[in-house]
């Protein structure tokens, strides 16, 4: 990076951090360090989206549409519904609480242990997801910078942790607004870049019909299959468990509009998250189908990852990569000639020219995917443990080598802002539930609220070091927002299971929804490492079973019970 874009970057992240430590005043309480309860709507509505937003979107989202298409866009088809849900039951009894975390209510109405598990799962969950978002960072500055990786996550989780620990909610929450900003102002401009650099005979509506005929404009798959990763049904159906579940019953979220004023306040920042999270994610995805059709004209390395590439130049191996480097130089000039045939085609709407073209340029990808596969092949042999999945490095990889001088600089600080507004939130909601939860009700239970706030000061620290080593755990993941999303998936089912019997089934006790739970748990991991049902779907099974498993095992216990009697 040159200095301008240093400077970019550093003053952009320090008054997103100055500012929200400005605005958050003094912590004196738990109450305040946790909660808040002073967000208006749009605070709320847009706090919500950065913490959903983590740099996992920013760096992952557009790789996953240069490599798969649009259809990931159907994975959020089932929100708006699910916050509409929201608003009509959760939101409305957890303020009337006056909870500090979803799982409190658990305790009112079943018992405690079934509170704990719950929150026990959350944590998992959660503690494991962020150590990924804080990876995908990570990534950008081991590669742009040459840093350690290590080293890198361990300064990111020291910065997220100390405005954390020193601001409480109202930190978080006023750099999310900050953090926000600067987002979704790089991710337009990025949009915007991406089309002018576009060959002076492609145009915005050009590059979309291209995309189309490349296949990757693929926003809407109507066939019902469960082992389709992303089609309407698991969108509508299992997405909407799964923003059920993660809006509903995941701390990060939940936090988000209970520091709202009131009831209406958290309804109206959600309903805003409904409305304005698929058009955003639609545009981030978009993205990458415009590079994919900037490829088609400007030639893209052989493979995106240059510290990989770097260790097999510097290998044995170096001749062989050479010579697959030549094939796909050749490759791309035969697609490149293709693809300006397919635009004048279009252009001149000469159908027969386009279905042949169409069809050489499917020939073409795969012929460079054949390369491709063969220099995977060769950097695993070089080095067994290397990533050879460079899906999170696609987007990168444009900024770096394209963007101008002082872009470079804002677009890193896009990522490192989502990176560090999911982070927060999701150290805070450790933090709390981890001394609400588990650390109050099951280990000191009685202790002034003072030790509760340096407690949960405390927590927030320790779980920024397991959020550190996780990180340095995730080089193998694949596409990043994919393995976020995955996670999630494997334990909201039985979360949200838990929630939506303590709503809508009031004739089950704690101990039939706490070993349906843990059944339901069990199955879900099995289900997803021995069948081939896709992730979304999971949120649905793992709801279904735990209230299935529940009304079962109730029914049981209350015909022992009558027998004893």
């Known amino acids: 990076m040159r200095l301008l874009d240093w400077l970019v970057l550093i003053l952009a992240l320090s008054f997103i ?113 962020t150590g990924i978002t804080v990876f995908a960072p990570s990534i950008i500055l081991s590669s742009i910078l040459g840093w350690n990786i290590y080293v890198t996550n361990f300064v990111i989780c020291a910065v997220v942790v100390i405005y954390t620990v020193t601001g409480g909610i109202r930190a978080v929450s006023y750099t999310q607004m900050g953090q926000m900003t600067i987002i979704l102002s790089g991710m337009v401009i990025a949009g915007i870049l991406i089309t002018y650099l576009l060959p002076q005979h492609i145009g915005f509506t050009d590059a979309l019909k291209l ?165 995977k092949g060769l950097i695993l042999k070089n080095d067994p443990a290397a990533n050879a999945d460079d899906v999170n490095y696609v987007f990168l990889w444009f900024v770096t080598h394209h963007f101008p001088s002082g872009l470079v600089g804002l677009l890193i600080a896009v990522i490192l802002a989502a990176s560090m507004s999911s982070s927060s939130s999701a150290l805070q909601a450790l933090a709390s539930t981890s001394v609400i939860d588990i650390y109050k009700r099951n280990v000191k239970t009685n202790a002034e609220d003072a030790h509760y706030l340096i407690a949960s000061k405390w927590a927030t620290v320790i779980w920024g070091f397991f959020v550190m080593i996780v990180a340095g755990l995730a080089t193998q993941l694949g596409s990043l927002i994919e393995a976020v999303n995955v996670l999630g998936s494997l334990f909201y089912g039985a979360i949200l299971g838990i929630f939506m019997v303590a709503f809508f089934m009031k004739w089950i006790n704690g101990a039939a929804v706490f070993w349906a739970a843990v059944i339901t748990q069990g199955l879900v991991l099995f289900g997803y490492f021995f069948t081939g049902i896709s992730f979304l779907w999971y949120n649905l099974i793992g709801c279904v079973l735990v209230m299935g498993i529940a009304a079962i095992l109730q029914i049981g216990l209350t015909q022992k019970a009558e027998v004893t009697i």
């Open 211 to 375: 995309g189309g005929k490349l296949g990757h404009m693929n926003i809407i798959d109507l066939k019902f299959d469960l082992n389709n990763k992303y089609n309407i049904w698991s969108g509508i159906i299992g997405g909407f468990f799964l923003a059920l579940s993660y809006f509903g019953t995941d701390q990060s979220q939940v936090a988000r509009y209970l520091s709202a004023k009131d009831t209406t306040e958290s309804r109206l920042g959600l309903l805003f998250n409904g409305l304005v999270k698929i058009p955003m994610q639609f545009g981030i995805l978009l993205i990458g189908v415009l590079l994919l059709v900037f490829y088609q004209f400007q030639r893209a390395p052989v493979f995106f990852n240059q510290v990989e590439l770097s260790k097999l130049k510097e290998s044995h191996y170096a001749p062989q990569l050479k010579e697959i480097e030549n094939k796909h130089a050749i490759l791309f000039n035969q697609k490149k000639a293709h693809a300006d045939e397919l635009v004048v085609a279009l252009n001149n709407d000469d159908q027969s020219a386009v279905n042949k073209l169409q069809s050489e340029l499917a020939s073409d990808t795969k012929a460079q995917q054949q390369v491709r596969e063969e220099l």
């Open 17 to 129: 951090v100055v500012y929200g430590l400005y605005k958050s005043g003094k912590n004196k309480t738990t109450e305040t360090f946790l909660r808040a309860n002073t967000s208006p709507w749009y605070m709320v509505g847009l706090t919500i989206m950065a913490t959903q937003a983590s740099a996992v979107t920013f760096l992952s989202a557009p790789g996953q549409a240069y490599t798969d298409g649009m259809r990931f866009v159907q994975y959020y088809f089932g929100l708006p519904l699910a916050m509409v849900v929201l608003c009509l039951t959760a939101v409305p009894i957890y303020h009337k609480l006056k909870v500090y975390t979803a799982y409190e209510y658990l305790e009112s109405r079943f018992d405690l242990k079934t509170r704990s598990l719950a929150a026990f799962l959350f944590l998992i969950q959660r503690g494991l997801g």
